[in-house]
């Protein structure tokens, strides 16, 4: 893709918008990045995920996790044991997704926020 100034700026706020909601509410790669590469960028589904990713790979929410640690709460033991096991699933859900034809896993991903979704709105406490 190539780098304009529209293309830029368009990075610019989805990486605030992301960052915003992350700090804010816990969300921001497959929620609010992947929807709005596809959306706004024209990137494919396989590519839209891979983008938030690799987002991801530098420690990009080290001072938010900072402001949740001060206010005593992150349980770092919890953290690490979901940490180690993320990188795990992420690799075997990585290797299927890319065998996944793109319309499907477009289908699969919207399935999923909707039922989250629908559970959060109207199943909770």
């Given at each position: 893709?190539?780098?304009?100034i529209?293309?830029?700026?368009?990075?610019?706020?989805?990486?605030?918008?992301?960052?915003?909601?992350?700090?804010?509410?816990?969300?921001?790669?497959?929620?609010?990045?992947?929807?709005?590469?596809?959306?706004?960028?024209g990137?494919?589904?396989?590519?839209?995920?891979?983008?938030?990713l690799a987002?991801?790979?530098?420690?990009?929410?080290?001072?938010?996790?900072?402001?949740?640690?001060?206010?005593?709460?992150?349980?770092?033991?919890?953290?690490?044991?979901?940490?180690?096991?993320?990188?795990?699933?992420?690799?075997?859900?990585?290797?299927?997704?890319?065998?996944?034809?793109?319309?499907?896993?477009?289908?699969i991903?919207g399935?999923?926020m909707?039922?989250?979704?629908?559970?959060?709105?109207?199943?909770?406490?």
């Amino acid at each position: 893709m190539k780098m304009t100034i529209t293309t830029i700026i368009l990075l610019i706020i989805i990486g605030l918008l992301a960052g915003l909601l992350s700090g804010l509410i816990g969300i921001g790669g497959g929620i609010i990045m992947v929807p709005l590469f596809i959306v706004l960028l024209g990137l494919s589904q396989h590519n839209a995920q891979g983008m938030s990713l690799a987002v991801m790979l530098p420690p990009v929410t080290f001072l938010a996790v900072y402001n949740y640690h001060k206010a005593g709460q992150v349980d770092w033991k919890m953290a690490l044991v979901v940490s180690a096991v993320f990188i795990i699933g992420g690799y075997i859900g990585s290797k299927f997704a890319l065998k996944i034809d793109q319309a499907i896993l477009k289908k699969i991903f919207g399935v999923v926020m909707l039922i989250i979704g629908i559970k959060m709105i109207f199943f909770s406490k």
